[in-house]
């Protein structure tokens, strides 16, 4: 993602913003962004301009990061969906929790085993430089 959630959020502005500058913002392209759309996976359906262009808000942006991070630390598509249906009605918030409870646990777990990994990898490293060393 090239911008923080905030600042994407704010250049939108009151008018919004068009699905190329939207994806551009975000680090997606417009074909992910019409696809998020088409998908069910934004929360709130995109405005149009009179002459039927996609306006992207502050809030619709603010959301799209969401589901990027979510994308991004590995959640299901249909989850997302989910969660974004369950936001869409209102309400919900146990299960609302309950999923990103379930995802942060996942999400846990990678690290760990992700760290794992790195400090196999730190400590091949230093045997070679050890071994460099003592030459």
């Known amino acids: 993602m090239t911008t923080t959630a905030t ?9 919004g913003l068009g699905v190329a500058e939207a994806a551009q913002l975000c680090g997606l392209t417009a074909h992910t962004l019409r696809y998020y759309e088409r998908d069910g996976l934004l929360v ?26 979510l994308r991004a630390t590995g959640m299901p598509i249909r989850e997302i969906r989910t969660y974004a249906e369950l936001c869409r009605r209102g309400g919900h918030e146990e ?3 309950a999923i990103l409870h379930a995802h942060r646990e ?12 790195l400090g196999a990898i730190d400590r091949k490293i230093d045997l070679y430089e050890q071994h460099l060393a003592a030459r």
């Open 7 to 15: 600042t994407t959020a704010a250049t939108a502005g009151e008018e």
């Open 44 to 69: 709130a359906p995109v405005r149009r301009t009179a002459s039927g262009h996609r306006s992207y808000t502050a809030a619709d942006l603010r959301w799209i990061t969401m589901v990027t991070r």
């Open 95 to 97: 299960e609302r929790l």
């Open 106 to 117: 996942r999400v846990r777990a990678q690290l760990a085993e992700v760290q794992g990994h």
